[in-house]
């Protein structure tokens, strides 16, 4: 056993990490949970290496691997890499190293990797998953907002906070969601609403026609942004027996400074933490509302690509929504898609004096419906112009040539000659348009200099 540490040193030892038993530390049996580099790395030094610098390196492998104070002053006493005639200048040279580890947010655990043997007995066979049952998939608004951790994307301005708050209150009270959805029955609800007022949220809540329950908890402010996952939690242990909703509005207000190292992870981790939560009740979901990119990447067809960040958010949550709309319309999209829930499309509407966006429709049905016909009646406004603006080059190359025919037309625009020579028997079938057709396949201009 090491003697204890001189008492000017015990004030550092819980920032630093506990020495533990070093001599009951079996090295074999640590140098074997650790990583083929990592040994070698412990097992190779030779005289030209500089010493101090492969200690520490390996010192924080060994911290960041998981290894304990004792386990990693056991590894590195009988080696070359020691420098130390001391024990007790090693030990604490270990310390500083597990401490900067803790310090910068990856704590140590307690033990190493776990022996092969544990690994292997975690696994299952197919047959213990064909026996399984599972209760059927919960909703907060049937057939729009499932339970588990989803992430609420839009454009800023849009109105967002208007349809996250109407969701809230429309669970909160067990009514109706966008103006026709209804709620079944009332639920315990959660609204971090972190960019808005306690004024604007009631001024919101009338123009909504909502009542403000007591079955709505809120807060407006966290005195740090680090506060919002501990406190969602301490929250779910409350009321997550009762499938409740909790909508954190926004992502950014309740979130802590990135480092701006593996930033993937980093988005993953912080909305995977939010996921991890609604898991353990079931029926819970945890709403997360965030930005898109502004202006979106051109030539982006996938609505998710839009999304503020890495993709490890959209990733790390059980469904994805999003709603569109251009600034100072009325007309809007919702979209949606998940792991275990259908993608939808649905129409919305609003008046801009009021605010609150609405399904465009009586159903969540018609409110699809109205979105599909939406989609054909821009894609046959789109084919219109493009017909005007072929049908007037068109023209104008015949007013230029005079006389023309099919083969000279498909020559000219890149066209078939079967379509060539049907285009200019439309313009010639057309009384207001000056072409005429003399002889067979050949077409003039009759509309004068």
């Known amino acids: 056993m090491v003697d204890a540490l001189p008492t000017v040193e015990i004030a550092q030892v819980a920032a630093e990490g506990p020495v533990g038993d070093i001599d009951g530390a079996d090295r074999d049996t640590v140098m074997a949970r650790l990583s083929a580099e990592l040994r070698s790395k412990i097992n190779s030094r030779s005289a030209g290496q500089d010493r101090s610098k492969g200690l520490r390196h390996i010192e924080l492998s060994m911290a960041e691997a998981g290894a304990t104070v004792a386990e990693i002053v056991a590894v590195l006493e009988p080696t070359p890499w020691n420098k130390f005639s001391d024990r007790d200048k090693l030990i604490k040279d270990v310390q500083r190293a597990w401490g900067e580890v803790k310090e910068r947010g990856s704590e140590p655990h307690k033990g190493t990797r776990p022996p092969a043997s544990d690994l292997l007995a975690g696994l299952k066979s197919g047959i213990a998953l064909a026996g399984q049952r599972f209760d059927p998939l919960r909703w907060q608004v049937p057939s729009l907002l499932p339970e588990g951790a989803g992430l609420f994307i839009g454009a800023p301005k849009l109105g967002k906070s208007w349809v996250s708050f109407d969701l809230a209150l429309a669970v909160a009270n067990g009514t109706t969601a966008l103006g026709c959805l209804d709620v079944d029955g009332a639920r315990p609800v959660l609204l971090l609403a972190l960019e808005d007022g306690e004024r604007r949220m009631q001024d919101r809540a009338r123009k909504m026609g909502h009542r403000l329950p007591r079955g709505l908890s809120y807060r407006t402010m966290l005195d740090q942004p680090e506060d919002a996952e501990p406190l969602v939690g301490a929250w779910l242990g409350l009321h997550g027996h009762a499938g409740p909703l909790v909508v954190i509005d926004t992502l950014a207000a309740a979130s802590g400074a ?163 020579s049907s285009r200019l028997g439309r313009l010639a079938r057309d009384p207001i348009r000056p072409v005429q057709r003399r002889g067979r396949g050949r077409y003039v201009w009759a509309g004068g200099e």
């Not at 792991?339 to 969540?364: H, I, K, N």
């Open 258 to 420: 990135q480092n701006g190292r593996d930033v993937y992870a980093q988005d993953y981790r912080r909305l995977a933490a939010y996921r991890d939560l609604a898991k353990g009740y079931p029926g819970a979901t945890v709403l997360v509302v965030h930005h898109t990119r502004k202006p979106p990447k051109e030539g982006e067809s996938d609505w998710l690509l839009a999304t503020l960040g890495t993709q490890g958010l959209n990733g790390a949550v059980d469904f994805v929504m999003g709603l569109d709309a251009k600034r100072g319309e009325t007309e809007g999209w919702l979209r949606a898609t998940g792991r275990d829930t259908p993608d939808y499309e649905l129409a919305l509407t609003r008046d801009l004096s009021v605010g609150p966006w609405r399904l465009d429709g009586d159903s969540f049905e018609e409110a699809a419906d109205r979105a599909r016909e939406r989609h054909a009646e821009a894609k046959q406004k789109a084919n219109d112009r493009k017909l005007s603006d072929t049908t007037n080059d068109l023209l104008a190359f015949i007013e230029e040539q005079g006389e023309v025919d099919a083969s000279a037309v498909a020559a000219k625009f890149g066209t078939t000659v079967q379509d060539a």
